[in-house]
């Protein structure tokens, strides 16, 4: 036996560890420092930050008396302040806390302190998603009117192709066209190789040839998707599927959608080469801008239109305002997912667990620091989330313990806590394991 041919199966692994330790220690990382800064903002004393768990790799102490380490184990991390019994911060720990520095601890704190600085972790990764979602804005920009084209999409040389870089595009099909109404057009042409274009060039307006502006190519392909598994890949141009010709991306989606689960043959042109791949479609739940969720049987393409149009950057309120958008909608459609989950009217293996996040850190990374950057803005938003659900041991939790103190005046008592903490544990351990069970067996 050749060890060598374990090789690429061995180089894939390890890069999608390493993506997936990335990601992970990144968001770990801002959601602690959110505990620790407000807690420190408070009063509250972080005696260590840890980031990973078992051995310590490397640690020093500030002048704070903060111990700051890395750990063996990066799939986590922890602040643990003065007093606390344990990296959750439950409990005191064995010994007295002098009464001078008992207001450095997280019990002696006042509760506005407390609640602060336990909510501080997951919105810091609110603000971590706002960040993310922020710069990609900027860097992307946003088309500019006129709609000018700064780069073609490679395509086969049966479709026509007069445009040029830095042709202002007037009008597709007859139809004039702007930044908002380009969508509009598209969805009206029919599928085409060869479609006529207005376009403004060097001051003098032209028509001339140009491929649909939506063509069948993989703009983006989805992790775990029957298309990346199969070895599909962005920048492939779709010429038939199931044995039809397509000129549109739109053509694609139809036949998948009434596929109904069976295997397709996918013919691609890619690099000047075609290609022959059997795709099976999947049943796949999508949430919708209104809410809900529409069931349909998708491959994981997404496409994308013809040209790249040139572009400008927004201003920093305008980008600001997209990016708090965007992680609403990404909280609400996570909150709507698991509503739907709980009610049977989506499928189970909307959960992912670990396995399912590292494959999908490592295919997201392998498609480019935009699309990695992408998910772990995404990532982000729902480890924030997560941990503000009312689950003893979680922050939202600690929350829940806290507004009780407020209305009842005091906190609750030690042997409820640890019920609690070891019900909330439980209930965690038996979602871990679900997910992997979903990963690994019963979602395929």
Not at 135 to 148: A, I, M, S
Not at 305 to 329: I, K, N
Request: net charge negative.
């Amino acid at each position: 036996m050749d060890a060598t041919q374990f090789l690429p199966q061995f180089g894939g692994f390890a890069f999608t560890l390493l993506a997936f330790v990335v990601a992970l220690s990144i968001i770990v990382a801002i959601h602690e420092y959110g505990h620790y800064i407000v807690g420190r903002w408070t009063g509250i004393h972080a005696e260590v930050f840890s980031l990973g768990f078992g051995p310590v790799l490397f640690a020093r102490t500030d002048r704070r008396g903060t111990r700051w380490q890395v750990a063996a184990l990066p799939f986590g991390g922890y602040v643990k302040f003065l007093g606390d019994a344990n990296a959750a911060s439950v409990g005191a720990a064995p010994g007295a806390i002098p009464p001078d520095r008992r207001r450095q601890t997280m019990l002696g704190a006042p509760l506005w302190a407390r609640a602060a600085t336990v909510a501080a972790g997951p919105f810091a990764n609110f603000l971590l998603t706002i960040l993310l979602f922020l710069v990609l804005g900027l860097v992307q920009g946003r088309p500019t009117d006129p709609l000018t084209i700064a780069r073609l999409v490679d395509l086969p040389d049966s479709y026509a192709q007069d445009l040029r870089p830095g042709d202002e595009v007037l009008a597709i099909g007859g139809r004039p066209v702007g930044v908002e109404t380009l969508g509009a057009v598209i969805s009206d042409l029919p599928p085409a190789r060869s479609v006529d274009y207005a376009i403004r060039r060097g001051g003098d307006e032209l028509t001339v040839q140009g491929p649909h502006p939506f063509p069948p190519v993989a703009a983006s392909v989805s992790p775990d998707s029957a298309a990346w598994d199969v070895g599909l890949r962005a920048g492939d141009v779709v010429l038939e599927i199931d044995g039809q010709p397509i000129q549109a991306f739109d053509e694609l989606v139809d036949i998948v959608r009434v596929s109904e689960g069976r295997p397709l043959g996918v013919l691609v042109w890619r690099g000047g080469e075609e290609h022959l791949f059997t795709v099976v479609p999947r049943r796949t739940d999508l949430p919708l801008p209104e809410g809900g969720f529409e069931t349909r049987w998708l491959v994981g393409l997404s496409g994308g239109p013809a040209f790249e149009a040139e572009t400008r950057t927004p201003g920093l309120l305008e980008a600001l305002g997209d990016s708090v958008a965007q992680l609403w909608f990404v909280l609400g459609s996570s909150l709507s997912g698991m509503g739907h989950m709980l009610t049977g009217a989506i499928s189970t293996c909307n959960l992912s667990g670990p396995v399912g996040i590292a494959e999908a850190s490592g295919a997201m990374a392998s498609q480019g620091a935009f699309s990695f950057v992408s998910f772990l803005a995404v990532l982000s938003a729902a480890v924030g989330l997560m941990n503000l659900f009312p689950i003893p041991i979680l922050d939202g939790g600690h929350l829940v313990f806290h507004a009780w103190e407020a209305v009842t005046g005091r906190p609750p008592g030690d042997r409820a806590l640890r019920v609690l903490m070891g019900a909330g544990l439980s209930l965690l351990l038996t979602l871990m394991i679900w997910a992997v069970a979903n990963d690994l067996f019963l979602c395929p």
